[in-house]
Protein backbone atom coordinates (compact mmCIF):
# COMPACT_ATOMS: atom_id res chain seq x y z
CA UNK A 1 0.00 0.00 0.00
CA UNK A 2 2.89 2.66 0.79
CA UNK A 3 5.09 1.54 -2.07
CA UNK A 4 1.72 2.48 -4.19
CA UNK A 5 1.33 5.67 -2.74
CA UNK A 6 5.02 6.33 -3.24
CA UNK A 7 4.90 5.24 -6.60
CA UNK A 8 2.09 7.44 -7.59
CA UNK A 9 3.43 10.32 -5.96
CA UNK A 10 6.91 9.99 -8.11
CA UNK A 11 4.37 10.08 -11.35
CA UNK A 12 2.96 13.07 -10.57
CA UNK A 13 5.88 14.71 -9.67
CA UNK A 14 7.18 13.66 -12.84
CA UNK A 15 4.03 14.86 -14.36
CA UNK A 16 4.21 18.08 -12.72
CA UNK A 17 7.73 18.55 -13.63
CA UNK A 18 7.05 17.68 -17.58
CA UNK A 19 4.12 20.55 -17.82
CA UNK A 20 6.59 22.91 -16.21
CA UNK A 21 9.35 22.20 -18.65
CA UNK A 22 6.67 22.69 -21.65
CA UNK A 23 5.49 26.19 -20.08
CA UNK A 24 9.17 27.28 -19.76
CA UNK A 25 10.06 26.22 -23.39
CA UNK A 26 6.86 27.98 -24.82
CA UNK A 27 7.39 31.19 -22.90
CA UNK A 28 10.66 30.95 -24.16
CA UNK A 29 9.42 30.29 -28.13
CA UNK A 30 7.17 33.08 -27.61
CA UNK A 31 9.56 35.88 -26.04
CA UNK A 32 11.62 34.68 -29.34
CA UNK A 33 9.16 34.99 -31.28
CA UNK A 34 8.17 38.54 -30.58
CA UNK A 35 11.41 39.88 -29.75
CA UNK A 36 12.23 38.55 -33.44
CA UNK A 37 9.08 40.17 -34.91
CA UNK A 38 9.69 43.66 -33.39
CA UNK A 39 12.91 43.49 -34.73
CA UNK A 40 11.98 42.70 -38.40
CA UNK A 41 8.78 45.30 -38.08
CA UNK A 42 11.80 48.43 -36.98
CA UNK A 43 14.34 47.24 -39.33
CA UNK A 44 12.06 46.72 -42.56
CA UNK A 45 9.80 50.00 -42.27
CA UNK A 46 7.54 50.96 -45.20
CA UNK A 47 9.43 53.61 -47.76
CA UNK A 48 6.83 56.60 -48.34
CA UNK A 49 7.49 58.43 -51.47
CA UNK A 50 7.01 62.36 -50.87
CA UNK A 51 6.25 64.63 -53.68
CA UNK A 52 6.38 68.66 -52.99
CA UNK A 53 4.15 70.86 -55.21
CA UNK A 54 3.38 74.54 -54.92
CA UNK A 55 1.21 76.53 -57.85
CA UNK A 56 -1.10 75.49 -60.42
CA UNK A 57 -1.20 77.24 -62.99
CA UNK A 58 -2.81 77.25 -67.00
CA UNK A 59 -0.27 79.75 -68.16
CA UNK A 60 2.38 77.73 -69.97
CA UNK A 61 4.52 81.31 -69.39
CA UNK A 62 4.59 80.64 -66.01
CA UNK A 63 5.42 77.06 -65.79
CA UNK A 64 8.90 75.93 -63.99
CA UNK A 65 9.91 74.95 -60.72
CA UNK A 66 7.41 76.26 -59.02
CA UNK A 67 4.35 76.22 -60.90
CA UNK A 68 2.94 73.26 -63.21
CA UNK A 69 0.28 72.83 -64.94
CA UNK A 70 -3.32 71.47 -63.76
CA UNK A 71 -2.94 68.44 -66.33
CA UNK A 72 0.39 67.84 -65.63
CA UNK A 73 -0.82 67.01 -61.83
CA UNK A 74 -4.07 65.74 -63.04
CA UNK A 75 -1.84 63.11 -65.25
CA UNK A 76 0.25 62.63 -61.75
CA UNK A 77 -3.33 61.22 -60.57
CA UNK A 78 -3.70 59.51 -62.94
CA UNK A 79 -0.50 57.62 -62.91
CA UNK A 80 -0.63 56.72 -59.22
CA UNK A 81 -3.65 55.72 -59.92
CA UNK A 82 -2.96 53.37 -62.60
CA UNK A 83 0.22 52.09 -61.08
CA UNK A 84 -1.64 50.85 -57.61
CA UNK A 85 -0.61 53.92 -55.29
CA UNK A 86 -2.95 55.23 -52.58
CA UNK A 87 -2.54 58.61 -51.73
CA UNK A 88 -2.01 58.88 -47.49
CA UNK A 89 -1.76 61.71 -45.26
CA UNK A 90 0.77 62.73 -42.23
CA UNK A 91 -2.34 61.31 -39.72
CA UNK A 92 -1.61 57.70 -41.60
CA UNK A 93 2.38 57.82 -41.19
CA UNK A 94 1.87 58.85 -37.12
CA UNK A 95 -0.87 56.11 -36.99
CA UNK A 96 1.82 53.25 -38.79
CA UNK A 97 4.41 54.47 -35.91
CA UNK A 98 1.54 53.86 -33.33
CA UNK A 99 0.32 50.36 -34.45
CA UNK A 100 -1.65 50.79 -37.48
CA UNK A 101 -0.83 49.50 -41.22
CA UNK A 102 -0.34 51.43 -44.11
CA UNK A 103 -1.68 50.47 -47.68
CA UNK A 104 0.27 48.11 -49.74
CA UNK A 105 1.86 51.08 -52.01
CA UNK A 106 1.89 54.30 -50.46
CA UNK A 107 2.01 57.99 -51.47
CA UNK A 108 2.09 61.27 -50.13
CA UNK A 109 1.58 64.08 -52.14
CA UNK A 110 2.17 67.89 -50.30
CA UNK A 111 1.76 71.39 -51.44
CA UNK A 112 3.31 74.30 -49.65
CA UNK A 113 2.44 77.75 -49.37
CA UNK A 114 -1.69 77.55 -49.51
CA UNK A 115 -1.91 79.19 -52.95
CA UNK A 116 -5.56 79.67 -53.75
CA UNK A 117 -4.89 78.04 -57.05
CA UNK A 118 -4.35 74.81 -54.79
CA UNK A 119 -8.04 75.24 -53.82
CA UNK A 120 -9.17 75.68 -57.22
CA UNK A 121 -7.37 73.21 -59.16
CA UNK A 122 -5.85 70.35 -56.94
CA UNK A 123 -8.71 70.26 -54.66
CA UNK A 124 -11.39 69.85 -57.62
CA UNK A 125 -9.23 67.54 -59.12
CA UNK A 126 -8.74 65.62 -56.15
CA UNK A 127 -12.21 65.50 -55.05
CA UNK A 128 -12.53 63.74 -58.84
CA UNK A 129 -9.82 61.12 -58.54
CA UNK A 130 -10.78 60.97 -55.05
CA UNK A 131 -7.23 61.39 -53.90
CA UNK A 132 -5.60 63.23 -50.49
CA UNK A 133 -2.96 65.77 -50.41
CA UNK A 134 -1.68 68.03 -47.58
CA UNK A 135 -1.71 71.86 -47.73
CA UNK A 136 0.63 73.86 -45.88
CA UNK A 137 0.01 77.12 -45.89
CA UNK A 138 1.88 80.27 -44.49
CA UNK A 139 -0.61 81.64 -41.81
CA UNK A 140 0.20 85.42 -42.94
CA UNK A 141 -1.14 85.25 -46.59
CA UNK A 142 -4.18 83.22 -45.31
CA UNK A 143 -4.73 86.17 -43.02
CA UNK A 144 -4.15 88.67 -45.62
CA UNK A 145 -6.36 87.08 -47.87
CA UNK A 146 -9.29 86.30 -45.75
CA UNK A 147 -9.36 89.98 -44.38
CA UNK A 148 -8.87 91.29 -48.47
CA UNK A 149 -10.50 88.12 -50.65
CA UNK A 150 -8.79 88.50 -54.11
CA UNK A 151 -9.74 85.08 -55.99
CA UNK A 152 -6.40 85.22 -58.55
CA UNK A 153 -5.15 81.94 -59.56
CA UNK A 154 -1.75 83.68 -59.95
CA UNK A 155 -0.49 85.28 -56.96
CA UNK A 156 -3.61 84.91 -54.30
CA UNK A 157 -3.65 82.25 -51.09
CA UNK A 158 -6.28 80.62 -49.63
CA UNK A 159 -8.27 82.05 -47.09
CA UNK A 160 -9.15 80.21 -43.85
CA UNK A 161 -12.75 79.37 -44.92
CA UNK A 162 -11.31 77.20 -48.34
CA UNK A 163 -8.35 75.72 -46.15
CA UNK A 164 -11.00 74.54 -43.88
CA UNK A 165 -14.01 73.33 -46.52
CA UNK A 166 -10.78 71.60 -47.92
CA UNK A 167 -10.22 69.91 -44.45
CA UNK A 168 -13.89 69.04 -43.79
CA UNK A 169 -13.74 66.57 -47.40
CA UNK A 170 -11.52 64.48 -45.51
CA UNK A 171 -9.05 64.81 -48.46
CA UNK A 172 -6.61 67.36 -47.41
CA UNK A 173 -4.90 67.71 -44.45
CA UNK A 174 -3.60 71.64 -43.15
CA UNK A 175 -0.37 71.86 -42.03
CA UNK A 176 2.27 74.26 -40.29
CA UNK A 177 4.47 76.28 -42.77
CA UNK A 178 5.35 78.91 -40.24
CA UNK A 179 2.66 82.00 -39.71
CA UNK A 180 5.41 84.76 -41.04
CA UNK A 181 8.78 83.38 -41.32
CA UNK A 182 8.30 82.17 -45.25
CA UNK A 183 11.16 84.87 -46.00
CA UNK A 184 14.25 84.82 -48.27
CA UNK A 185 14.93 88.49 -48.47
CA UNK A 186 16.18 89.81 -45.02
CA UNK A 187 18.64 88.61 -42.63
CA UNK A 188 16.56 85.27 -41.92
CA UNK A 189 16.00 82.57 -43.96
CA UNK A 190 12.96 80.45 -43.04
CA UNK A 191 13.42 79.56 -39.32
CA UNK A 192 17.14 79.74 -39.43
CA UNK A 193 18.90 81.55 -36.53
CA UNK A 194 20.45 84.33 -37.53
CA UNK A 195 23.42 85.80 -35.75
CA UNK A 196 23.99 87.51 -32.84
CA UNK A 197 21.00 85.96 -32.00
CA UNK A 198 21.20 83.95 -28.55
CA UNK A 199 19.66 80.50 -28.05
CA UNK A 200 16.52 82.49 -25.64
CA UNK A 201 15.87 84.54 -28.33
CA UNK A 202 15.83 81.87 -31.09
CA UNK A 203 13.72 79.75 -29.14
CA UNK A 204 10.56 82.48 -28.05
CA UNK A 205 10.82 83.98 -31.65
CA UNK A 206 10.44 80.67 -33.34
CA UNK A 207 8.06 79.22 -30.68
CA UNK A 208 5.30 82.32 -30.69
CA UNK A 209 5.70 82.47 -34.86
CA UNK A 210 5.14 78.41 -34.83
CA UNK A 211 2.36 78.62 -31.96
CA UNK A 212 0.69 81.75 -33.83
CA UNK A 213 -0.09 79.17 -37.10
CA UNK A 214 -1.18 76.46 -34.79
CA UNK A 215 -3.72 78.44 -32.93
CA UNK A 216 -4.95 80.72 -35.91
CA UNK A 217 -4.80 76.92 -38.15
CA UNK A 218 -6.74 75.54 -35.48
CA UNK A 219 -9.17 77.61 -35.13
CA UNK A 220 -10.19 78.58 -38.35
CA UNK A 221 -9.98 74.87 -39.79
CA UNK A 222 -10.84 73.28 -36.33
CA UNK A 223 -7.69 70.69 -36.48
CA UNK A 224 -4.15 71.51 -34.90
CA UNK A 225 -1.18 70.49 -37.20
CA UNK A 226 0.64 67.72 -36.42
CA UNK A 227 3.72 68.66 -39.22
CA UNK A 228 6.06 71.23 -39.09
CA UNK A 229 6.98 71.86 -42.89
CA UNK A 230 10.14 73.62 -42.77
CA UNK A 231 10.07 76.90 -45.30
CA UNK A 232 13.01 76.49 -47.80
CA UNK A 233 14.09 73.43 -45.89
CA UNK A 234 16.17 76.00 -43.96
CA UNK A 235 16.94 74.42 -40.44
CA UNK A 236 19.99 75.86 -37.76
CA UNK A 237 21.53 73.68 -35.40
CA UNK A 238 18.83 73.67 -32.21
CA UNK A 239 15.51 74.38 -34.44
CA UNK A 240 14.67 70.27 -34.31
CA UNK A 241 15.18 70.16 -31.13
CA UNK A 242 12.68 73.36 -30.34
CA UNK A 243 10.10 71.81 -33.05
CA UNK A 244 9.55 68.83 -30.99
CA UNK A 245 8.95 70.14 -27.96
CA UNK A 246 6.36 72.75 -29.28
CA UNK A 247 4.68 69.21 -29.49
CA UNK A 248 5.01 68.44 -33.37
CA UNK A 249 5.02 64.58 -34.21
CA UNK A 250 6.74 65.03 -37.86
CA UNK A 251 8.73 67.62 -39.90
CA UNK A 252 8.91 67.99 -43.67
CA UNK A 253 12.20 68.88 -45.13
CA UNK A 254 13.40 69.53 -48.81
CA UNK A 255 15.45 66.83 -49.42
CA UNK A 256 15.17 64.30 -52.24
CA UNK A 257 15.10 61.35 -50.64
CA UNK A 258 12.76 58.62 -50.13
CA UNK A 259 12.11 58.24 -46.32
CA UNK A 260 12.28 55.10 -44.64
CA UNK A 261 9.26 54.86 -41.53
CA UNK A 262 9.04 52.37 -38.91
CA UNK A 263 7.10 51.56 -36.01
CA UNK A 264 9.55 54.39 -34.06
CA UNK A 265 8.02 57.98 -33.92
CA UNK A 266 11.32 59.46 -34.15
CA UNK A 267 11.30 58.38 -38.10
CA UNK A 268 8.98 60.53 -39.06
CA UNK A 269 11.42 64.04 -38.48
CA UNK A 270 13.17 65.09 -41.75
CA UNK A 271 11.14 63.29 -44.39
CA UNK A 272 12.67 63.56 -47.38
CA UNK A 273 10.73 64.60 -50.73
CA UNK A 274 11.25 65.17 -54.01
CA UNK A 275 10.18 68.52 -55.99
CA UNK A 276 8.26 68.01 -58.75
CA UNK A 277 9.19 70.53 -61.50
CA UNK A 278 6.81 71.04 -64.44
CA UNK A 279 7.86 69.33 -67.77
CA UNK A 280 8.25 65.44 -68.72
CA UNK A 281 5.66 62.93 -68.14
CA UNK A 282 4.63 61.92 -64.84
CA UNK A 283 6.30 58.08 -65.35
CA UNK A 284 9.65 59.90 -65.77
CA UNK A 285 9.16 61.69 -62.72
CA UNK A 286 7.98 59.03 -60.38
CA UNK A 287 9.93 55.77 -62.63
CA UNK A 288 13.57 58.08 -63.05
CA UNK A 289 13.32 60.82 -60.62
CA UNK A 290 12.26 59.36 -57.65
CA UNK A 291 12.59 55.73 -58.42
CA UNK A 292 9.12 53.93 -58.44
CA UNK A 293 8.58 50.67 -59.78
ZN1 LIG B 1 7.28 77.34 -48.86
Not at 76 to 105: F, N, V
Request: net charge negative; charged share 25%; glycine share 6%.
Amino acid sequence: MEQKKRKRMYALVKINLKVAAAVLVSLALCCAAVITVSAVTSEEGVEIPIVMYHSLLKDEARHGKYVISPAEFENDLQYLKKHGYTTILMSDLIAYTQGKELPEKPVLLTFDDGYYNNYLYAFELAKQYQCKFVISPIGYYADQYTDTPDENAYYSHATWEELQEMAESGLVEVQNHSYNLHKSDGSRLGVKKVSGETETQYESMLSQDLLTAQEKIEQHVGMRPTTFVYPFGAVSKGTPEIVRKLGFSATLSCEEHISKITRDPESLFGLGRYLRVSGGHSADFFEKKMHLK
